[in-house]
């Protein structure tokens, strides 16, 4: 079984720079890509763009979409596709609108403001949702009907069962405790937001150390300690960069006022407070990390991305590739759960159009982030960028004046030209998949 | 067949299976003795690779019983097989192309460290085994769509080496091969045997069913046509059970 051919071109000849950091090309080109829109639009926009309010508004918006991208990528890389994610959102934040604002406190007379109201509110919203994505899941893993039908179906079936279950009327959210996953109703302030920026660095270091240990005792090679550090230096700066940029966000006087009178206290003279990292944006962090663990790390990571590439050889091994469909549809439909709560709290209340073509945004993050229609290939972080790259075009768009269906077009061509750019990228390096 | 009383490592009893109307494996007994290598031989659809396919768990017998040791064993799928010290070597090798070799390898069976895939000791151990099976090999980081058809075909094997198999199938192993790898496989296989496992091979290459087989089956449309022991016949024996669908004169006694 000797193939020597093979064995010179493994050793290492030059190696250039980008390299040896490890980085690869497809993350490159997105971050180059999203640079470029950056600064398009802070010049344009004669510096506005790149504001702390805006950077804080475009993370925000960004948050739900993002999360159900992190969703979407496992689902496409299963070689399925789940079109009823923004109908799934509708229905959770139906019921999520209705138990804080009538089921609940009629049924167990809960009270205004009432942190019970919060949990059960969450607890009801995600569990509508892993049920949606679950029976999806068992159509499709036991039943074998086409994801593509299954979904159409539940674009449908969720986006009218919210129309009924709320009576087509919109819910505001009453409970003072939902709307701190919104926007500027829930942000850490700047002394918390610095401290999760320096525990999140000193995380991210600590994890490349101990994977770069970890393969020193198993005797592989490691990239030179300056590329490391490098890395590292990279990411540390980008977290307290960013966190510093929001922290440079002050809070309104006017709102501050209301925020101390709610307390029963008035501002101090000269008070001032930032807004700092909003706590919806803290939850797509913390998603984005829990699924990369999970598609790295996890057996169900594994078999999912096992189960992409040959659907065969997953069975044969004994990968359990039903049941692991029903998981991650539960999972996509926990997701849409999540983005429910933080999308509703953002508008304060529950519209009858929530979500609505969010399928095709949250399509779109995923395959511009690189995840392949073809399965078995996809990222977390890339879906992620893909949502950021999306949603800083449409507000750089909005803030230079393109109307609204132009900036939809923009955004068509966008997701065309990433997937052929990919396409001919592959076929001159000799990529096959 | 019962080889001085010494009881078979499996045994398959009868076993059928058909696809819609197509008999693909028709009331075919056959068994394997540990140590012993037994070759199923057949022309192209002969059922072969459908009736190690109900040991290995990937199909459902419609009738039959497998025996293990003697008892009646229960494979529903791949993983009851493994269970029962069964590895296989898939004729179409059963590898996730966008994995690399070590996902590979321990697919279904991972090395966990706190609840986490230990990757670095998966491919540690993978270039463990590989040293032996391959020595050239040396695309451990790369997807295993990146390897010739050798380096698959190694890779397939080592994962069904590895695991400390008491019963191995290989359908057509050396398939894509060339002649000197093909020679590394046939000294694995003597080796194993040496090692007490019994393996089935499906092999098309009478030369080397004849130098690594102790017994042979031969298949036609779904049923056994005979089984022989190798060192009793010569090769156009095998050759004309394969053609003719029916047992020499000299033997069918
Ligand atoms: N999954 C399947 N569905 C339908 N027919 C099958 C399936 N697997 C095998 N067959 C049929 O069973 C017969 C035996 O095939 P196979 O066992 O692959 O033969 P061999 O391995 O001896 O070449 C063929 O006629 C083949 O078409
Ligand atoms: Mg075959």
Known sequence: ?433 | MNRDGQTPLVELRDISIAFGGIKAVDHVSIDLYPGEVVGLLGHNGAGKSTLIKCLSGAYHMDAGEIRVNGEKAHIENPRDARAYNIETIYQTLALADNLDAASNLFLGREIMRNGLVDDAKMEAETRKIMGRLNPNFKKFNDPVSALSGGQRQSVAIARAVYFNARILIMDEPTAALGPHETQMVAELIQELKAQGIGIFLIEHDIHNVMKLCDRASVMKNGQLVGTVNVNEVTDDDILGMIILGKKPAHLAA
Request: hydrophobic share 55%; aromatic share 8%.
């Open chain 1, 1 to 433: 079984m000797a193939d020597i051919s093979e064995a010179a071109s493994a050793s290492g000849t030059k190696r250039g720079v980008l390299a040896t950091l490890e980085l690869d090309a497809r993350l490159l080109g997105m971050l180059v890509a999203f640079l470029a829109i950056v600064l398009i639009f802070t010049v344009w926009t004669g510096g506005t763009f790149i504001q702390p309010r805006n950077v804080f508004n475009i993370s925000v918006q960004t948050v739900p979409v993002a999360i159900m991208a992190c969703g979407m990528v496992f689902v496409i890389v299963t070689r399925h596709i789940d079109l009823s994610v923004g109908s799934m959102l509708a229905m959770c934040s139906a019921v999520m609108a209705m138990s804080q604002a009538y089921w609940l406190p009629s049924l167990f007379g809960l009270e205004y403001g009432n942190p019970m109201v919060l949990v059960l509110t969450i607890l009801i919203g995600f569990t509508s949702g892993i049920l949606m994505g679950a029976a999806t899941g068992w159509l499709v893993g036991y039943q074998q009907i086409p994801s593509f039908i299954v979904t159409l179906g539940g674009l449908f079936i969720w986006r009218n069962v919210n129309w009924f279950t709320t009576n087509g009327q919109s819910v505001s959210l009453t409970d003072p405790n939902l709307l701190m996953f919104g926007g500027t109703e829930g942000v850490l302030g700047a002394p918390a937001s610095y401290a999760v920026g320096i525990a999140a660095s000193v995380v991210a270091v600590l994890t490349m150390m101990a994977a770069r240990k970890n393969k020193i005792g198993h005797g592989f090679v490691v990239k030179p300690m300056w590329a490391e550090g490098t890395m590292m230096a990279i990411i540390v700066a980008t977290i307290m960069l960013f966190v510093h940029w929001l922290s440079l966000y002050e809070i309104p006087a006017g709102k501050l006022r209301r925020m101390f009178e709610a307390r029963g206290e008035t501002v101090p003279e000269g008070y001032t407070a930032m807004h700092g990292l909003p706590i919806s944006v803290l939850i797509l962090i913390l998603v984005a990390v829990v699924m990369t663990v999970v598609a790295r790390k996890t057996r169900f990571g594994r078999y999912i991305f096992a189960a992409g590439g040959n659907p065969d050889a997953a069975e044969l091994s004994g990968v359990d590739t039903k049941w692991l469909t029903v998981k991650v549809f539960a999972l996509m439909g926990f997701l849409c759960g999540l983005a429910a709560l933080i999308a509703q709290a953002r508008l304060q209340s529950h519209g009858n159009d929530i979500g609505m073509l969010e399928e095709l945004r949250v399509i779109a993050a995923a395959v511009i982030g690189g995840t392949a229609l073809a399965g078995g290939v996809g990222t977390i972080y890339g879906a992620v960028l893909g949502a950021l790259i999306m949603q800083s075009l449409q507000s750089g768009m909005a803030m230079v004046g393109v109307d609204t269906p132009f900036q939809n077009i923009i955004v068509g061509l966008v997701l065309i030209v990433a997937v052929w750019v990919d396409i001919i990228y592959r076929k001159r390096m000799g990529i096959s998949k």
